[in-house]
């Protein structure tokens, strides 16, 4: 690929439209790497929440299961399964986004109903009540953990985009946007002395002219 850009013209108009294109590669260069600088950042601040909401995730499920077990211990687990059913829990996940230095990532949030007891609790265990405070914890820290996932994987794509872009700029844009730039410059220079060249012989000519007179 030639390093000159093509349809380039030799004029003074073209090297003021070149230098102009210049300045706005290398401005769009650095905000591009202010804006990948700015990403990674963000970045690795999720990857250390990822590792938060893992945790809290593990340790909530676990406090869940055991919750149940206990229950189940208590009143078996037919009757735990026969009251569950009777709870009609519901659970809605809202989802909306938020811009993240550009990039559009995710806001989940989880709605959790629970309608009227409709057991006797001489009927129940506390324990009962007490596995289904701890399996909505854990929805709760299943969808924070969703959340913080989806964010890392849309930010390492937009960084990925944004390295490329600023690769093309650094190996590509801006050092054609130059070499073409120094083609113009040469070539009005090589024609301003070609000009200088031919006055100096014409005067010379109207000199040598007037002095054989």
Known sequence: MSAILPGTKTTRMELLALKNRM?????GHDLLREKRDSLIMEFFNAIAEIKEAREKVDST?????SALTQAKMIMGPSRVIEFAYASKFEANLNISTRSMMGVRVP???VEQH?????YSLSDSSAKFDVMGEKFRDALKAIVRLAEIESTVKR??????????RVSAL???VIPRLDATVRFVKLALEERERE???RLKMVRDWITAEEESK
């Open 23 to 27: 300045r706005l590669a290398e401005r």
């Open 61 to 65: 499920l676990s406090d869940a299961f």
């Open 107 to 109: 806001v989940l949030s």
């Open 114 to 118: 629970s309608p009227e007891i409709p």
């Open 155 to 164: 930010l390492a794509l937009e960084i990925e985009r944004t390295k490329r």
């Open 170 to 172: 650094e190996t590509v």
């Open 195 to 197: 000009d200088f060249v």
